[in-house]
């Protein structure tokens, strides 16, 4: 008896495998693709400053913060991160490292402009970013799923068939690009001063390149 038993559930479980092995044989999978450009809403720039002796330092930092007020930056926009002290240089011993966050309105070109300064030591964009990123990024993955159900139903339907339920969706992160410079700020070097051409520049979000985003979801549907 326990012989039968045993060959019984041998025969029930080759039964279950060859069955899915029909089921898997029995699919169709497709990659769907969806893009988006998002135009940047907020800019996050690191900036030195510089002086010979902590007063002075002071004095510019106060600069600091009157400059971006000026120009559009809150002052809870601005984030300290790290002092120095060199105490073998003559000159330009103390110096300060801040970030600060540049929104739709503020004047970048204003920003650049009055922080011209002998004691700014360095401005950079540190990244580019938009505040609503994670929506779009929603988005865009379902609209990649999107994709990939039309690709599987015009396909089988080229075959007479037709697409069923889900058996299998991954998520490919392909490309997002939210660390974006400026046009005009491309191929240049990271010291303001020398950012200063007699040119001017248009340092504006409107020649910021936008931010790109490139998803693909790799799905497995059963064929009918």
């Known amino acids: 008896m326990k012989l039968k038993h045993f060959l019984l559930i041998g025969i029930l479980t080759l039964g279950s495998f060859v069955n899915a092995q029909e089921v898997k044989k029995n699919a169709i999978e497709v990659t769907g693709v969806a893009e988006m450009e998002v135009e940047p809403d907020e800019i996050i720039f ?84 938009n505040t609503k990123i994670a929506d779009f990024r929603k988005a865009v993955k379902i609209n990649a799923l999107k994709a990939a159900k039309e690709k599987a139903d015009y396909l089988l339907e080229s075959m007479g068939k037709k697409t069923g339920n889900a058996l299998e969706i991954v998520e490919i992160e392909d490309y997002t690009s939210d660390m974006i410079m400026p046009a005009a700020y491309k191929g240049r070097a990271s010291n303001i001063q020398l950012e200063m051409a007699d040119a001017p520049v248009d340092f504006s979000f409107d020649n910021i390149e936008n931010i790109k985003l490139k998803y693909s979801i790799k799905t497995k549907y059963e064929i009918l």
């Open 46 to 129: 690191s900036i030195g400053i510089k002086a010979d002796n902590k007063n002075d330092l002071a004095d510019n930092e106060k600069k600091l913060f009157d400059i971006l007020k000026n120009a559009g930056v809150k002052n809870e926009d601005i984030k300290f991160k790290s002092m120095y002290q060199n105490i073998y240089s003559k000159t330009a011993k103390f110096s300060k490292n801040y970030h600060f966050k540049a929104g739709i309105k503020s004047n970048l070109s204003k920003i650049f402009e009055d922080l011209n300064q002998k004691w700014v030591s360095s401005l950079n964009i540190a990244e580019v970013k």
